[in-house]
Every structure is written in structure tokens, then in C-alpha cells.
T-cell receptor, first 119, second 114 residues
Framework: AQKVTQAQTEISVVEKEDVTLDCVYETRDTTYYLFWYKQPPSGELVFLIRRNSFDEQNEISGRYSWNFQKSTSSFNFTITASQVVDSAVYFCALILANAGGTSYGKLTFGQGTILTVHP | GAGVSQTPSNKVTEKGKYVELRCDPI?????LYWYRQSLGQGPEFLIYFQGTGAADDSGLPNDRFFAVRPEGSVSTLKIQRTERGDSAVYLC????????????FGQGTRLTVV
């Protein structure tokens, strides 16, 4: 069975600080996808990024960056120069895929990290 | 519609009653998922549909829970003999197919069993 662990329950920062959200996963499968979702107070989960298990290249998108390290089974997410609008719950998730890279079925989510950015 | 729509947004019911939660996926999306999110937890998988059929219902907690998607679009999650422990936010998501694409989530139905 798969497992996703987000050890940080809550993080509080002041605006403009950088913040890193940790995610560690467990799976015996070699082919999978990892995701980060944002859940603002409205409740809707907003997709941020997807990475497949064969691509360990780090990615930067604006103020967001992701560090995927297969050796440590980690997929950490960094927000640079945080803003109040970044306040939300952030979820890391995993989905299995077949040998051809086709993902299927259910997402396994971590417990989430509550990020509060103070002005 | 533009996004995944779930109705009602809030539902309060008495213990022992029957409830139905509705999900309208994004038009054209063939895959549909139901998750349950308890307070302070991540979403937990319940069931997913590929078209009209349930491809995986391994997350349904017991036989009081049932979901249908008769025409491959709208889905209804049905809970019989509700219990206080069923109180949670029920999230629906859809994706264009079951292969390799991210799921788009609705805002959820908050179910409270009193």
C-alpha cells in the first residue's frame, strides 16, 4: 500500500519569507506520479504540479519550486517570497502508474500542511 | 459547466436518515472520483468511475455507502442509515480520462449527521 507523510502539521511565516513544505512517500511500485494540491478556505482542491517517477528534474514556476529526490522518497515544495494569498492547506499526493506511464485510479493524500502567511 | 459542481454544499441530517450527494463533473470527463475528507485530514478515496462503471470501489467503508453514475456523467453518492461518524466533507473530482491527467475537484459537500 502507498503512504504519503507530511510531517509538518502547521507552518506560520511572515510575508516575504521563503517556506518549504515537506513530503515523504512510500510505495513499492517503481512507476508513479506525485502531486501537490492547494486547498484554500473555499475548500476546492487546486492542482499545482504533477511529476512522474522517472523525472527527477527540479522545477520552478514563478514563486513555486519543487525538489523531487527519489533516493530519499521526498517531493518537497518551496514558496519563495510568500504572500498572504498563499495561506491555505497544502496536500502532497501519489498515484500509481503502469510500466507505460499510464496512471490509474486513486490518489493517496498526505494529511496536509496548514500554511499561514502573516502580513 | 466550467468546473465540477457538487450539491448540496451543506447537508445536515439526523442519525439514521438516508442522504444523497450529487456531483456534476466537467463536461466530457470520463473519469469521476469520490473522496471523503474528515477535519484535519487529507482526502481519502472512496470510489472511482470510468464511464458508467465503478472501476474501483475499494474505499467505500461499508455497505451503507453506494454510488452510481448511470449515464456516465452525473454521479450520486448514497449513504443509508447515516451515523455521526459519516460527518465529513465529501469531495468529487473528474478527469478527462483515467490516464495520466490531474483530477479537477469540486468544492465538496459538507455532511453533518446530528
Amino acid at each position: 500500500a502507498q503512504k504519503v507523510t507530511q510531517a509538518q502539521t502547521e507552518i506560520s511565516v511572515v510575508e516575504k519569507e521563503d517556506v518549504t513544505l515537506d513530503c515523504v512517500y512510500e510505495t513499492r511500485d517503481t512507476t508513479y506520479y506525485l502531486f501537490w494540491y492547494k486547498q484554500p478556505p473555499s475548500g476546492e482542491l487546486v492542482f499545482l504540479i504533477r511529476r512522474n517517477s522517472f523525472d527527477e528534474q527540479n522545477e520552478i514556476s514563478g514563486r513555486y519550486s519543487w525538489n523531487f529526490q527519489k533516493s530519499t522518497s521526498s517531493f518537497n515544495f518551496t514558496i519563495t517570497a510568500s504572500q498572504v494569498v498563499d495561506s491555505a492547506v497544502y496536500f502532497c499526493a501519489l498515484i500509481l502508474a503502469n510500466a507505460g506511464g499510464t496512471s490509474y485510479g486513486k490518489l493517496t493524500f498526505g494529511q496536509g500542511t496548514i500554511l499561514t502567511v502573516h502580513p | 459547466g466550467a468546473g465540477v459542481s457538487q450539491t448540496p454544499s451543506n447537508k445536515v441530517t439526523e442519525k439514521g436518515k438516508y442522504v444523497e450527494l450529487r456531483c456534476d463533473p466537467i463536461s466530457g470527463h470520463t473519469a469521476l472520483y469520490w473522496y471523503r475528507q474528515s477535519l484535519g485530514q487529507g482526502p481519502e478515496f472512496l470510489i472511482y468511475f470510468q464511464g458508467t462503471g465503478a472501476a474501483d470501489d475499494s474505499g467505500l467503508p461499508n455497505d451503507r455507502f453506494f454510488a452510481v453514475r448511470p449515464e456516465g456523467s452525473v454521479s450520486t453518492l448514497k449513504i443509508q442509515r447515516t451515523e455521526r461518524g459519516d460527518s465529513a466533507v465529501y469531495l468529487c473530482a473528474s478527469s478527462p480520462s483515467w490516464v495520466g491527467t490531474e483530477a479537477f475537484f469540486g468544492q465538496g459537500t459538507r455532511l453533518t449527521v446530528v
